[in-house]
């Protein structure tokens, strides 16, 4: 466990966190949260209530996406809000380079670069929701305010 949050990218966030609100932590799973229902199943919650954070390619710049786990991420939506045509799925050595995570533990927060942020209108329906924290096995538990306040994303529909 202390190996986990000794870890940088962890740190990263951990430091984010601390900055915005020293009541927040994170929490060390016993068992992977790679994926939102992994995460859903560990945490004994519904999945929509797990952030994905999805990071997006434009032409010329990157995009975070944090979306419900039980939505997908609407690229045709995405592409209206930005008015670019061409968007995409980053690749994992992108995502590395970018944000600092890796996939599975994309923190919507402490990231490498400033990347713009769109979040997902969907997520509101929960009391509290919860993110990847630097590692497929850390996570930590905000309310939809405080998310979109510590990440200063924009509420948008960007699910189906």
């Known amino acids: 466990m202390n190996e986990i949050l000794n870890k940088q990218p962890v740190q990263r966030v951990k430091n984010k966190l601390k900055e915005f609100d020293d009541t927040l932590e994170i929490v060390v799973l016993g068992s992977s949260a790679r994926t ?4 859903a199943e560990s945490l004994k919650t519904e999945v929509g209530s797990i952030v994905k954070s999805l990071l997006l390619r434009t032409k010329t710049s990157f995009l975070l996406c944090l979306v419900a786990g039980d ?5 045709n939506k995405i592409k209206k809000i930005i008015n670019q045509k061409d968007v995409s799925m980053a690749n994992a050595n992108q995502v590395k380079e970018i944000t600092g995570f890796t996939i599975g533990g994309v923190s919507p927060i402490g990231h490498l670069n ?5 979040i997902d209108e969907s997520l509101k329906r929960f009391s509290f929701v919860f993110a990847a924290a ?13 998310l979109c306040k510590i990440t200063n994303g ?3 529909d960007i699910s189906e």
Do not use: Q, T
């Open 154 to 156: 924009l509420v948008k």
């Open 36 to 39: 939102a229902n992994d995460a």
């Open 114 to 118: 400033k990347i713009d942020i769109l």
């Open 134 to 146: 630097g590692h497929p096995n850390s996570i930590f538990k905000i309310n939809f305010e405080n």
């Open 71 to 75: 939505k997908k991420c609407s690229l």
